[in-house]
């Protein structure tokens, strides 16, 4: 009987994760391919990068927003990062897509032996000397910046990874499916734990500098209806606070370098201080998806499910919007 009970459970959570895939995957094919889902600031602000379903990568100028160029990209980017201290931009993509782009060299890295499927998720590790790579079929892989494998840790179900970060302080890794893990180089499982009581699929997470705490955002479920959730949790698996403002899902968080501001992209755009008190929100007439603060802490970029690029101030005013 007790194994029927942690059989039935699986196949509602395996149900629950692929409606949930499922929508998207109908979402982005109604959009045609408009829906930018990434957007990241270099490390000094020189280069803005937006990414997404139309198979472009486009730099811009991350102080005069001037567009500098587009890459023609083979497949649809799910999620671009910045190495923390040089000008190579790691990129997670559909099939054989998951590559580095070193934009002083145009020198261009490929992960070899990738998941034929692609990647969801990529991050650095807080010196720039690892990469982790997240998977449609729930395989997690450690690089370094030479695109060699370190490491595959294969976890114990076959979901897909949705999200990825490493820790700002240690070599540990974090990730986003069914349940929240977290893992070392290694491959040992740290912790995991469930997210709240009710199935919902998670979408970003990110740690503070501090290292003390990290933030996560889920898709909620209209159909219930079930509010997505914006969470501050204690790497022991402890809650801290949670928030459920937003009328639709968060896609991605993001913090100032200080750690002192906390800006979502869900319906709207929302500035919370690092204790989870909403401050500024910024209207937008469609849902964000991409979001990064710029390294002074004066500019947030956003990009949205139709195609749009967005500059906002500190208090989230709306300053521009960038030219495709």
């Known amino acids: 009987m007790f194994m029927n009970y942690?059989?039935?459970?699986?196949?509602?959570?395996?149900?629950?994760?692929?409606?949930?895939?499922?929508?998207?995957q109908t979402k982005t094919?109604?959009?045609?391919?408009?829906?930018?889902?990434?957007?990241?600031?270099s490390h000094n602000g020189g280069y803005i990068a937006i990414g997404g379903d139309d198979k472009k990568i486009r730099i811009y100028d991350g102080k005069t927003f001037e567009l500098l160029k587009t890459h023609n990209h083979q497949s649809e980017v799910k999620r671009l990062r910045w190495h923390p201290k040089k000008n190579i931009l790691a990129i997670a993509a559909i099939g054989n897509g998951s590559k580095l782009i070193d934009l002083d060299t145009n020198k261009t890295i490929e992960f070899i032996g990738l998941n034929s499927?692609?990647?969801?998720?990529?991050?650095?590790?807080?010196?720039?000397?690892?990469?982790?790579?997240a998977d449609f079929e729930g395989i997690l892989t450690v690089w370094n910046t030479n695109g060699e494998l370190i490491n595959t840790i294969n976890k114990k179900t076959t979901y897909s990874y949705v999200g990825?970060?490493?820790?700002?302080?240690?070599?540990?890794?974090?990730?986003?499916?069914?349940?929240?893990?977290?893992?070392?180089?290694?491959?040992?499982?740290?912790?995991?734990?469930?997210h709240r009581k009710e199935e919902a699929l998670m979408l970003c997470v990110k740690w503070h500098k501090s290292g003390k705490f990290f933030v996560m955002g889920d898709y909620g479920d209209p159909d219930i209806p079930l509010k997505p959730l914006l969470q501050?949790?204690?790497?022991?698996?402890?809650?801290?606070?949670?928030k459920d403002l937003s009328k639709s899902e968060y896609r991605n968080v993001s913090w100032n370098k200080k750690g002192k501001r906390l800006a979502t992209a869900s319906d709207d755009l929302r500035i919370w201080n690092k204790k989870g008190k909403l401050l500024y929100s910024g209207k937008s007439k469609d849902k964000l998806w991409g979001i990064d603060w710029?390294?002074?802490?004066?500019?947030?970029?956003?990009?949205?499910?139709?195609?749009?690029i967005i500059i906002w101030n500190k208090k989230a005013k709306l300053i521009t919007s960038l030219q495709k």
């Open 294 to 308: 710029s390294p002074n802490g004066k500019h947030i970029v956003t990009s949205s499910e139709k195609g749009k």
């Open 232 to 242: 501050f949790w204690k790497e022991d698996g402890t809650i801290i606070k949670q």
């Open 164 to 194: 990825v970060d490493w820790h700002p302080k240690k070599n540990e890794i974090i990730t986003l499916s069914e349940n929240v893990r977290i893992y070392n180089v290694k491959g040992d499982l740290l912790n995991q734990f469930k």
């Open 29 to 41: 094919a109604t959009n045609e391919g408009e829906i930018l889902w990434t957007a990241n600031w």
């Open 117 to 133: 499927n692609g990647s969801r998720a990529i991050a650095w590790n807080h010196n720039g000397k690892l990469i982790a790579l």
């Open 6 to 24: 942690i059989t039935s459970k699986l196949i509602i959570i395996a149900a629950v994760l692929f409606s949930f895939l499922t929508n998207a």
